[in-house]
């Protein structure tokens, strides 16, 4: 099954997508609205709160205003490139952008899993799915009733 990438020179380019990988993309890009807003609240893979910082940069990251919560967003850049790259009638890739970034969400990485879902990530995930599918239905009703394409 042949995979699209979904940004082509920096640009996001939905308009080569069918409609299967357009839903994929929206799935996926639910999913990573997900986890962005977990990481927001300085939540770990499990729901839990995340790994405390160490001392001296939990002092350091105050001093800059930002707080001394573990939520990956000091300059806000990292979260920022991590968006759905690519995309298949059936999966959804997301990845960090920029190598400077990967080598950033690499050791973040290390330290906590982040790039992961959660119990309500996932929760998330089905939802928009349920909605999507709602969404859809009374068109896949009427064309069957009309004779279209059996799947």
Do not use: C
């Not at 405390?52 to 000091?74: E, S, V």
């Not at 599918?133 to 009374?138: D, I, N, R």
């Amino acid at each position: 099954m042949p995979s699209v990438r979904v940004y082509q020179k920096k640009q996001l380019r939905l308009d080569l997508l069918n409609f299967r990988q357009r839903q994929m993309y929206e799935l996926g890009a639910a999913g990573i609205a997900a986890v962005k807003a977990r990481l927001a609240a300085a939540q770990g893979p499990e729901d839990s709160a995340a790994k405390p910082l160490t001392k001296r940069y939990a002092i350091w990251k105050t001093r800059q205003g930002k707080g001394n919560r573990r939520n990956l967003t000091f300059s806000g850049d990292l979260l920022r490139n991590f968006q759905v790259r690519t995309v298949s009638e059936n999966r959804a890739k997301a990845n960090v952008s920029t190598r400077k970034h990967r080598i950033k969400a690499w050791a973040n990485q290390k330290r906590q899993e982040w790039m992961v879902f959660s119990p309500k990530n996932k929760a998330a995930v089905v939802e928009a799915a349920r909605k999507m599918l709602e969404a859809t239905k009374p068109r896949l009703l009427l064309e069957r009733s009309l004779g279209g394409k059996r799947a």
